[in-house]
Protein backbone atom coordinates (compact mmCIF):
# COMPACT_ATOMS: atom_id res chain seq x y z
CA UNK A 1 0.00 0.00 0.00
CA UNK A 2 3.07 2.57 0.82
CA UNK A 3 4.29 1.98 -2.49
CA UNK A 4 1.30 2.68 -4.25
CA UNK A 5 0.94 5.76 -2.43
CA UNK A 6 4.27 6.82 -2.65
CA UNK A 7 3.31 6.34 -6.74
CA UNK A 8 0.61 8.64 -6.68
CA UNK A 9 2.09 10.93 -4.84
CA UNK A 10 4.45 11.05 -7.77
CA UNK A 11 1.96 11.12 -10.47
CA UNK A 12 0.01 13.89 -8.57
CA UNK A 13 3.55 16.09 -8.33
CA UNK A 14 4.33 15.59 -11.92
CA UNK A 15 0.51 16.75 -12.80
CA UNK A 16 1.15 19.75 -10.45
CA UNK A 17 4.56 20.94 -12.27
CA UNK A 18 3.39 20.41 -15.90
CA UNK A 19 0.71 22.91 -15.56
CA UNK A 20 2.33 25.15 -13.24
CA UNK A 21 2.32 28.67 -14.25
CA UNK A 22 5.29 30.62 -16.00
CA UNK A 23 6.10 34.09 -15.90
CA UNK A 24 5.18 36.39 -18.99
CA UNK A 25 8.66 37.53 -18.65
CA UNK A 26 10.28 34.11 -18.91
CA UNK A 27 8.33 33.93 -22.31
CA UNK A 28 9.05 37.74 -23.73
CA UNK A 29 13.14 36.87 -24.97
CA UNK A 30 11.95 33.91 -26.67
CA UNK A 31 8.45 35.30 -28.48
CA UNK A 32 11.12 38.07 -29.60
CA UNK A 33 13.53 35.60 -30.44
CA UNK A 34 11.02 33.45 -33.26
CA UNK A 35 10.08 36.49 -34.27
CA UNK A 36 13.66 37.41 -35.71
CA UNK A 37 13.23 33.68 -37.26
CA UNK A 38 10.05 34.51 -38.71
CA UNK A 39 12.10 37.31 -40.09
CA UNK A 40 15.21 35.71 -41.64
CA UNK A 41 12.49 32.93 -42.94
CA UNK A 42 10.27 35.47 -44.68
CA UNK A 43 13.60 37.04 -46.21
CA UNK A 44 14.22 33.78 -47.93
CA UNK A 45 11.01 33.77 -49.43
CA UNK A 46 11.53 37.60 -50.56
CA UNK A 47 14.75 36.31 -52.20
CA UNK A 48 12.71 33.89 -53.97
CA UNK A 49 10.35 36.32 -55.16
CA UNK A 50 13.09 38.42 -56.33
CA UNK A 51 12.16 41.51 -54.23
CA UNK A 52 15.58 41.68 -52.58
CA UNK A 53 15.02 45.25 -50.80
CA UNK A 54 12.77 43.53 -48.39
CA UNK A 55 14.32 40.59 -48.08
CA UNK A 56 17.57 42.51 -46.86
CA UNK A 57 15.37 44.85 -44.76
CA UNK A 58 13.65 41.68 -43.55
CA UNK A 59 17.71 40.26 -42.12
CA UNK A 60 17.78 43.59 -41.09
CA UNK A 61 15.02 43.55 -38.84
CA UNK A 62 15.82 39.82 -37.63
CA UNK A 63 19.42 41.51 -36.39
CA UNK A 64 17.78 44.38 -34.68
CA UNK A 65 15.07 41.39 -33.08
CA UNK A 66 18.48 39.45 -31.92
CA UNK A 67 20.15 42.48 -30.43
CA UNK A 68 16.93 43.11 -28.15
CA UNK A 69 15.89 39.69 -27.01
CA UNK A 70 19.47 39.13 -25.21
CA UNK A 71 18.86 42.77 -23.24
CA UNK A 72 15.50 42.13 -22.44
CA UNK A 73 16.49 38.68 -21.20
CA UNK A 74 18.92 40.42 -18.97
CA UNK A 75 16.27 43.70 -18.06
CA UNK A 76 13.88 40.81 -17.12
CA UNK A 77 16.71 38.46 -15.11
CA UNK A 78 14.25 35.74 -17.35
CA UNK A 79 17.58 34.02 -19.43
CA UNK A 80 17.87 30.16 -19.19
CA UNK A 81 19.39 27.39 -20.99
CA UNK A 82 16.18 26.95 -23.44
CA UNK A 83 16.83 30.72 -24.39
CA UNK A 84 20.12 30.65 -24.87
CA UNK A 85 19.95 27.63 -27.15
CA UNK A 86 16.75 28.69 -29.35
CA UNK A 87 18.99 32.21 -30.08
CA UNK A 88 21.50 30.32 -31.06
CA UNK A 89 19.67 28.00 -33.62
CA UNK A 90 17.69 31.02 -34.68
CA UNK A 91 21.01 32.95 -35.74
CA UNK A 92 21.91 30.08 -37.76
CA UNK A 93 18.77 30.73 -39.85
CA UNK A 94 18.85 34.64 -39.98
CA UNK A 95 22.59 35.22 -40.15
CA UNK A 96 23.77 32.01 -41.96
CA UNK A 97 21.45 30.39 -44.19
CA UNK A 98 19.54 33.22 -45.20
CA UNK A 99 21.69 35.43 -46.61
CA UNK A 100 23.77 32.93 -47.98
CA UNK A 101 20.75 31.94 -49.88
CA UNK A 102 20.46 35.93 -50.72
CA UNK A 103 23.66 36.59 -52.23
CA UNK A 104 23.16 33.54 -54.05
CA UNK A 105 20.01 34.19 -55.79
CA UNK A 106 21.22 37.81 -56.06
CA UNK A 107 24.21 37.80 -57.78
CA UNK A 108 26.72 34.05 -57.15
CA UNK A 109 24.10 32.15 -59.22
CA UNK A 110 25.47 32.62 -62.34
CA UNK A 111 28.77 31.22 -61.44
CA UNK A 112 26.62 28.31 -60.69
CA UNK A 113 28.18 25.21 -58.98
CA UNK A 114 31.13 27.86 -57.56
CA UNK A 115 28.85 30.34 -57.01
CA UNK A 116 26.40 27.93 -54.68
CA UNK A 117 29.81 26.49 -52.66
CA UNK A 118 30.52 29.61 -51.65
CA UNK A 119 27.39 30.73 -50.70
CA UNK A 120 27.35 27.19 -49.02
CA UNK A 121 30.23 28.11 -46.98
CA UNK A 122 28.71 31.27 -45.69
CA UNK A 123 26.40 29.28 -44.16
CA UNK A 124 28.71 26.61 -42.96
CA UNK A 125 31.25 28.60 -41.48
CA UNK A 126 28.43 30.59 -39.57
CA UNK A 127 27.26 27.28 -37.93
CA UNK A 128 30.61 26.34 -36.74
CA UNK A 129 31.36 29.77 -35.27
CA UNK A 130 27.93 29.76 -33.09
CA UNK A 131 28.93 25.82 -31.82
CA UNK A 132 32.36 27.59 -30.94
CA UNK A 133 30.42 30.10 -29.18
CA UNK A 134 28.70 28.22 -27.05
CA UNK A 135 31.31 26.62 -26.49
CA UNK A 136 33.76 29.49 -25.17
CA UNK A 137 30.42 30.54 -22.60
CA UNK A 138 31.33 27.90 -20.36
CA UNK A 139 35.44 27.91 -20.71
CA UNK A 140 36.81 28.09 -17.37
CA UNK A 141 38.93 30.66 -15.92
CA UNK A 142 38.44 33.21 -18.64
CA UNK A 143 39.21 36.54 -18.23
CA UNK A 144 36.03 39.02 -16.88
CA UNK A 145 37.36 41.72 -19.88
CA UNK A 146 37.48 38.86 -23.14
CA UNK A 147 33.88 39.69 -22.58
CA UNK A 148 34.38 42.72 -24.69
CA UNK A 149 35.56 40.68 -27.57
CA UNK A 150 34.30 38.29 -29.90
CA UNK A 151 36.65 35.62 -31.63
CA UNK A 152 35.96 36.37 -35.34
CA UNK A 153 33.29 38.63 -36.54
CA UNK A 154 29.85 37.94 -34.86
CA UNK A 155 26.77 36.32 -36.50
CA UNK A 156 24.92 39.14 -37.22
CA UNK A 157 28.34 41.30 -38.29
CA UNK A 158 29.36 38.78 -40.63
CA UNK A 159 25.76 38.74 -42.46
CA UNK A 160 25.60 42.25 -42.00
CA UNK A 161 28.82 42.31 -44.50
CA UNK A 162 28.00 39.47 -46.36
CA UNK A 163 25.01 41.96 -48.08
CA UNK A 164 27.16 44.92 -48.57
CA UNK A 165 27.27 44.10 -52.12
CA UNK A 166 23.80 44.37 -51.95
CA UNK A 167 23.78 47.60 -51.13
CA UNK A 168 26.37 48.83 -53.27
CA UNK A 169 23.97 47.26 -56.10
CA UNK A 170 20.70 48.98 -54.61
CA UNK A 171 22.34 52.52 -54.62
CA UNK A 172 23.64 51.57 -58.14
CA UNK A 173 27.32 51.34 -57.13
CA UNK A 174 28.07 48.30 -58.65
CA UNK A 175 26.39 46.27 -61.89
CA UNK A 176 23.60 44.04 -61.38
CA UNK A 177 24.46 41.21 -59.02
CA UNK A 178 24.85 38.66 -61.86
CA UNK A 179 27.31 40.93 -63.55
CA UNK A 180 29.31 41.80 -60.22
CA UNK A 181 29.42 37.92 -59.31
CA UNK A 182 33.05 37.16 -60.38
CA UNK A 183 33.91 40.13 -57.65
CA UNK A 184 31.65 39.41 -54.88
CA UNK A 185 32.54 36.05 -54.83
CA UNK A 186 36.38 36.93 -53.37
CA UNK A 187 34.44 39.03 -50.94
CA UNK A 188 31.88 36.17 -49.35
CA UNK A 189 34.85 33.98 -48.87
CA UNK A 190 36.58 36.72 -47.10
CA UNK A 191 33.90 37.37 -44.77
CA UNK A 192 33.12 33.36 -44.29
CA UNK A 193 36.80 33.10 -43.69
CA UNK A 194 36.55 36.02 -41.23
CA UNK A 195 33.78 34.47 -39.56
CA UNK A 196 35.17 30.90 -38.13
CA UNK A 197 39.27 33.19 -37.81
CA UNK A 198 40.98 33.70 -34.12
CA UNK A 199 40.72 37.36 -34.81
CA UNK A 200 39.24 39.83 -32.18
CA UNK A 201 36.39 41.78 -32.69
CA UNK A 202 34.71 44.34 -30.55
CA UNK A 203 31.73 42.86 -28.70
CA UNK A 204 30.41 46.47 -27.49
CA UNK A 205 29.12 44.74 -24.21
CA UNK A 206 31.86 46.71 -22.09
CA UNK A 207 29.88 49.89 -22.38
CA UNK A 208 28.29 49.86 -18.81
CA UNK A 209 25.76 47.33 -19.44
CA UNK A 210 22.08 48.15 -19.61
CA UNK A 211 22.50 51.46 -17.32
CA UNK A 212 23.04 54.81 -18.96
CA UNK A 213 24.11 58.24 -16.68
CA UNK A 214 21.25 60.50 -15.87
CA UNK A 215 22.66 63.43 -17.83
CA UNK A 216 23.02 61.10 -21.10
CA UNK A 217 19.99 59.81 -20.87
CA UNK A 218 18.22 62.09 -23.39
CA UNK A 219 20.95 62.12 -25.66
CA UNK A 220 21.14 58.57 -25.63
CA UNK A 221 17.37 58.20 -26.74
CA UNK A 222 18.09 61.19 -28.90
CA UNK A 223 20.55 59.42 -31.02
CA UNK A 224 18.97 56.15 -30.90
CA UNK A 225 15.60 57.79 -32.44
CA UNK A 226 18.14 59.91 -34.93
CA UNK A 227 19.93 56.43 -35.89
CA UNK A 228 16.35 54.59 -36.81
CA UNK A 229 14.93 57.36 -38.56
CA UNK A 230 18.47 57.51 -40.83
CA UNK A 231 18.24 53.30 -41.27
CA UNK A 232 14.67 53.89 -42.65
CA UNK A 233 14.96 56.72 -44.35
CA UNK A 234 18.45 56.01 -46.12
CA UNK A 235 18.30 51.92 -45.42
CA UNK A 236 21.17 51.28 -47.65
CA UNK A 237 23.57 54.53 -47.29
CA UNK A 238 23.17 53.72 -43.77
CA UNK A 239 24.42 50.01 -43.95
CA UNK A 240 26.80 50.55 -46.49
CA UNK A 241 28.55 53.36 -43.77
CA UNK A 242 28.25 50.61 -40.89
CA UNK A 243 29.77 48.10 -43.15
CA UNK A 244 32.69 50.36 -43.68
CA UNK A 245 33.36 51.62 -40.46
CA UNK A 246 32.98 48.19 -38.74
CA UNK A 247 35.81 46.92 -41.28
CA UNK A 248 37.76 50.20 -40.21
CA UNK A 249 37.32 49.08 -36.40
CA UNK A 250 38.85 45.62 -36.95
CA UNK A 251 42.80 46.37 -36.52
CA UNK A 252 41.91 48.77 -33.47
CA UNK A 253 40.37 45.55 -31.58
CA UNK A 254 43.18 43.36 -32.63
CA UNK A 255 45.58 45.72 -31.21
CA UNK A 256 43.29 46.76 -28.25
CA UNK A 257 43.20 42.50 -27.46
CA UNK A 258 46.70 42.55 -27.61
CA UNK A 259 47.25 45.08 -24.85
CA UNK A 260 44.72 43.73 -22.55
CA UNK A 261 46.53 39.80 -23.22
CA UNK A 262 49.85 41.34 -22.19
CA UNK A 263 48.97 43.47 -19.29
CA UNK A 264 47.11 40.18 -18.06
CA UNK A 265 49.51 38.06 -18.61
CA UNK A 266 52.10 40.95 -16.76
CA UNK A 267 49.85 41.22 -14.02
CA UNK A 268 49.26 37.37 -13.51
CA UNK A 269 53.10 36.63 -13.67
CA UNK A 270 53.54 39.89 -11.01
CA UNK A 271 51.25 38.54 -8.91
CA UNK A 272 52.60 34.41 -8.73
CA UNK A 273 56.70 36.12 -8.15
CA UNK A 274 54.29 37.37 -5.41
CA UNK A 275 53.50 34.51 -4.28
CA UNK A 276 56.67 32.14 -4.27
CA UNK A 277 58.33 35.14 -2.73
Not at 162 to 187: E, R, V
Not at 226 to 241: C, D, K, N, R, S
Request: glycine share 8%; with cysteine; aromatic share 10%.
Amino acid sequence: MSANKHDQTELQETRTSRFKQIPMRYLLPNIITLLAVCSGVTAIRLAMEARYELAVAAVILACVLDAADGRVARMLKSSSKFGAELDSLADFVNFGVAPAVLIYTWSLHSLKNLGWVVALGLAVCCALRLARFNVAIDEPGRPPWKVAYFTGIPAPAGAGLAMAPMYLGFLGMIPDGPAAAPFILPWIMLVSAGVISQMPTYSGKSGGGSRVRRDMALPVVAATVFGAVLLITYPWEVMTALACVYVALMPFGVRSYRRRTAAWEAANLTAGSHKDA
